[in-house]
């Protein structure tokens, strides 16, 4: 099943803010990863002050939802802008339905990250749209299909 969620960005307090939303959802994060777990990539690394900054955390709200968020890296042309912060995150069932979704959303758009298999293992790629809406677009390649 196709799921669609918010994703948010922050400008350095993502794990408190989730902290926030765990004291009132209740629940727990199946996935919290810091910036200083990342692998080098182009020659770009990570700065000493990011390093603890969450590169991505989640938290269930339903069986089909969850909030997703991350600090933003001036180091990777991240810019956090309050009120633009946040992007639409869908998860496919299939590599192909991923690629279609990119593709068709993305055209005429800004490509931040193409289609491709990540460090973490997942299909992924983001974008802005060609109304300056920000998307994600993953599947999860460990899935059984």
């Known amino acids: ?21 765990k ?5 727990e ?11 080098p990539m182009d020659g770009c690394s990570v700065p000493e002050e990011d390093l603890e900054k969450i590169m991505h955390m989640s938290l269930p709200i339903s069986a089909e939802t969850m ?9 990777f ?12 995150s869908i998860t496919t069932d299939s590599k192909e339905e991923a690629d279609r979704l990119f593709n068709g ?10 289609m491709d298999v990540t460090f973490w293992g997942d299909y992924f790629g983001m974008f802005t749209d060609k109304f300056d ?3 994600i677009i993953s599947f999860a390649t460990n899935q059984n299909k």
């Not at 004291?23 to 629940?27: I, L, Q």
């Not at 042309?77 to 639409?88: K, L, P």
């Not at 959303?105 to 193409?114: D, I, Q, R, T, Y």
């Open 67 to 75: 909030i997703m968020g991350s600090d933003s890296s001036e180091a």
């Open 105 to 114: 959303l993305s055209e005429g758009g800004k490509v931040a990250m193409p």
């Open 23 to 27: 004291s009132v959802f209740g629940g």
């Open 133 to 135: 809406i920000n998307w």
């Open 29 to 39: 994060f199946p996935y919290v990863g810091r910036f200083k777990e990342m692998p």
């Open 1 to 21: 099943m196709t799921t669609v969620n918010v994703y948010l960005t922050f400008k350095g307090n993502c794990e408190e803010a989730f902290n926030f939303y």
């Open 77 to 88: 042309g991240q810019v956090t802008t309050i009120g633009n912060n946040f992007s639409i």
